[in-house]
């Protein structure tokens, strides 16, 4: 099993910045692909980003392209989401998910049910 626990969510200003963090534990070797998700009240879980396990590979959310960046350090098992310009709309809860399987394509993940692991989540709150 691998267990994912996410820290770096609180409160920002509208056009502030807030760097999330995730390490896993467990059986790590068993990761692939690593990314984030988020859930606002009352709204479906949303695809936010995700990086493959060598870090040639990353896919975005299009609201948030040129404002978030994926990265991860295998070393310290970590993935890390830096949140630019935060706006309103990225409110939500979190939430850091891990694959055993490789996923390469878009539609794939960003789909929530292609992952196998995941964390309690972190809370981004954005005033205006």
């Known amino acids: 099993q691998v267990q994912l626990v996410e820290s770096g969510g609180g409160l920002v200003q509208a056009g502030g910045s807030l760097r999330l963090s995730c390490v896993a534990s467990?059986?790590?070797?068993?990761?692939?692909?690593m990314g984030w998700f988020r859930q606002a009240p009352g709204k479906e879980r949303e695809f936010v980003a995700c990086?493959?396990?060598?870090?040639?590979?990353?896919y975005y959310l299009n609201s948030v392209k040129g404002r978030f960046t994926i990265s991860r350090d295998n070393g310290k098992n970590t993935v890390y989401l830096q949140m630019n310009n935060l706006k309103p709309e990225d409110m939500g809860g979190y939430y850091c998910?891990?694959?055993?399987?490789?996923?390469?394509?878009?539609?794939?993940?960003?789909?929530?049910?292609?992952?196998?692991?995941w964390g309690q989540g972190t809370q981004v709150t954005v005033s205006s």
């Open positions: 998910a891990a694959s055993r399987n490789p996923i390469r394509l878009y539609q794939s993940v960003a789909r929530a049910t292609n992952y196998d692991y």
């Open positions: 467990g059986r790590t070797d068993s990761i692939d692909n």
């Open positions: 990086i493959s396990r060598s870090g040639g590979s990353v």
